[in-house]
C-alpha cells in the first residue's frame, strides 16, 4: 500500500514538475515576444525617422540641382534667346516697310523663352515628379542631361506600369539622379540606360553605364567614393527595398534597385 502511495505521489510531483517545467517556459516565451515586439516597433520608428530624414534630403538636393539647372538654362537658353529678340526688335525701326519677317522671328524667340521659363518653373518643386510619375520624370532629366551632349540617356521600361507612393518616387528619382550624376563626373560614360521593369509585386530599375567602372569594395572602404554608393544602398532600403551595386575596372557600373510598390 504504502509503495502504491509513493508511486501515486512521485506522479504528481512528476506532473508538476512539468507543469511548472511548461509554465515557465510559457512565461519566458511571453517575456521574449513582448521584448521582441517592442523592438520591433523601435526598430520602425526607428526605419520612419530615417526615411522621413532621407525624404526631406532628397527634396532638398532636388531642389538645389534644380536651381543649379535653372541658373545654367537662364544663362544659356532663356537669356539669349531674349537677347536675340531684343537685337531683331532693334533692328525693325530700321526698315521702311517694317520686316514682317524679323518680327516673327522674334515673336517666335519670345515665345519659346516663355514656355522654356514655364518648364523650369515647373521643375522647381517636387510635385512636378509627382504628376509625371517616376518613369517620365526620368525621361525628362534624361533628356535634359542629353541636351549637354556629353552624355546619352535611355529609358526603357517593360511590363504593365505601376502606382508607387509619392515618397518613394522622390527618393528613387533622387537615386537615379544620383547615379546620372555620378556617370557625369566619374565614370568617363558616354551611355547610360535607366531600364524599368515592373513585376506584379516591385519595381526594378537598373541604371547602366558604359564608364570606366571600379572596385565595389575598394570604393565602399574610401571615405570619398563610399558615401555616395552607400546613400544609394540605405536609400533602397529605407523604402522597403533593395539597392545593388556591380562594377568592375573597365566594365562598367550597373546600379540595380528594387522598391515595393505599397
Known amino acids: 500500500m504504502s509503495d502504491a502511495n509513493q508511486q501515486i505521489t512521485s506522479t504528481i510531483v512528476a506532473v508538476l514538475f512539468i507543469l511548472l517545467f511548461f509554465g515557465v517556459l510559457f512565461l519566458v516565451m511571453l ?59 532693334s533692328s525693325i525701326g530700321e526698315f521702311d516697310p517694317p520686316d514682317f519677317e524679323t518680327i516673327s522671328a522674334a515673336k517666335d524667340n519670345v515665345a519659346r523663352a516663355i514656355r522654356d521659363l514655364r518648364n523650369l518653373a515647373k521643375s522647381l518643386h517636387t510635385e512636378h515628379i509627382r504628376t509625371l510619375g517616376i518613369r517620365q520624370a526620368a525621361e525628362e532629366e534624361g533628356q535634359r542631361i542629353s541636351k549637354a551632349g556629353t552624355l546619352s540617356v535611355s529609358v526603357t521600361s517593360e511590363g504593365n506600369e505601376r502606382e508607387i507612393t509619392e515618397d518613394k518616387q522622390l527618393i ?8 546620372l550624376q555620378n556617370c557625369l563626373k566619374h565614370a568617363g560614360a558616354t551611355f547610360v540606360n535607366i531600364g524599368f521593369t515592373w513585376y506584379p509585386d516591385q519595381l526594378r530599375v537598373r541604371v547602366r553605364d558604359d564608364g570606366k567602372g571600379f572596385d565595389p569594395e575598394a570604393a565602399f572602404q574610401s571615405r570619398a567614393g563610399g558615401l555616395g554608393l552607400q546613400n544609394i544602398r540605405n536609400r533602397a532600403r529605407l523604402t522597403g527595398g533593395l539597392g545593388i551595386i556591380a562594377s568592375a575596372p573597365g566594365e562598367g557600373t550597373t546600379v540595380t534597385v528594387m522598391i515595393p510598390y505599397d
Not at 515586439?37 to 520612419?48: G, L, P, S, Y
Not at 526615411?51 to 538654362?73: C, K, N, P, V
Not at 528613387?172 to 547615379?179: A, D, K, S, T, V
Open 31 to 89: 517575456i521574449y515576444y513582448n521584448y521582441r515586439r517592442r523592438q520591433t516597433a523601435v526598430e520602425k520608428k526607428e526605419m520612419k525617422a530615417q526615411f522621413d530624414q532621407q525624404l526631406m534630403l532628397a527634396r532638398l538636393e532636388m531642389q538645389e540641382q534644380a536651381f543649379t539647372h535653372i541658373s545654367e538654362e537662364i544663362h544659356d537658353n532663356v537669356g539669349q534667346l531674349l537677347s536675340l529678340a531684343k537685337i531683331q526688335l
Open 172 to 179: 528613387l528619382f533622387r537615386i537615379i539622379q544620383e547615379c
